[in-house]
């Protein structure tokens, strides 16, 4: 089986800045040595935490986590941090968490002037429940205006800092196989 790289973020609105900036890393991530795997975290049945739930939603999550090589995280920053979806996500992989010992990369989008806020949290988390984060991130402030109304990337500086990202992925991936 093709090792695969597991890339998906946290926002649920339709045409929101998230998946068009993960359009630019899955757009670098492709044609290699991984096979691609995006999923859309709205699209699950994720139950909160201790509630009762027949959703076989989790076990899927947490099987894709578990057989991925790499994983490729995206987060709007919504009011200084994370979403509740990424967050939700992330709790339903339980403790110990199935990104423990996971590579990981992460990027981030606000309307602000950064996501830093929000990729400073979401990396915190993924370090404390095992993940191994990459260092560098991409971080694109005034996401409205890096991408124009049909979602094509019209600020290169940014399209490269999330290019860069999926590359980096993809070189640590390559030199740990």
Known sequence: MTPYILVFGGSRRPQNNTDKALALALDELGGGDFEVKRIHLGDLDLPLPGEPSESKDPDMLKALVTGAAGILIATPEYHGSISS???????NLGYPSTFEGKTIAILGVAMG???????AHLRHILTH?????????ASLGSVHKVFDEDGRCVDEAAEAEVRGVAARLLEHLKNSS
């Open 85 to 91: 979806t990424l967050k939700l996500a992330i709790d």
């Open 113 to 119: 002037p950064s996501a830093d806020n929000a990729l």
């Open 129 to 137: 429940i095992g993940g191994e984060v990459l260092p560098g991130q």
